[in-house]
């Protein structure tokens, strides 16, 4: 076996953990659970969020004043995460996918769509959000324009 399919298939077997830190990311946001997400991110200077209209956050203590924000501004929210691509180099990795999103607001719910890209690093073993985009997917002629209804 050549060196770089070792690399490859030590590579290949990150990709399930980086996968469940992506998932548990989601499952902090729809439970809005700051413990949770304080757990999932590494906690310094270096790290940044952009959430969709949103100017960008810098530094562990911005982020986490902008999660607190959302969690304290929102009562429910669901995601239903599609298309990922994980890529993983080393100690860094780094998932882009789509997230349609659907929120209450005052007894209907409003959905939306974001394209997301969430950059890890792992840290003595574990895998550490250092990095969230969100970009809002606008709508096309082809698609109801933010419609409400009363389910998800």
Not at 30 to 46: C, F, G, R, V, Y
Not at 50 to 68: A, Q
Request: proline letters at 3%; hydrophobic letters at 35%; charged letters at 25%.
């Amino acid at each position: 076996m050549s060196d770089s399919s070792i690399e490859t298939s030590v590579i290949d077997r990150d990709i399930p953990s980086v996968q469940e830190a992506n998932t548990v990311f989601y499952e902090a946001f729809e439970t809005l659970d700051i413990q949770k997400m304080d757990k999932l991110w590494l906690q310094n200077d270096s790290v940044k969020c952009v959430h969709p209209g949103w100017e960008i956050c810098s530094g562990w203590p911005d982020v986490r004043d902008s999660w607190v924000l959302i969690f304290n501004h929102t009562h429910e929210i669901t995601f239903s995460v599609s298309l990922l691509d994980v890529t993983v180099k080393e100690d860094l990795a780094w998932v882009v996918c789509n997230e349609s999103i659907a929120t209450k607001d005052n007894g209907k719910w409003l959905e939306g769509r974001v394209l997301s890209t969430n950059i890890f690093e792992r840290r003595d073993g574990i895998w550490l959000l250092v990095h969230h985009h969100g970009s809002p997917v606008l709508a096309t002629g082809n698609e109801d324009k933010g419609e409400e209804s009363d389910t998800p």
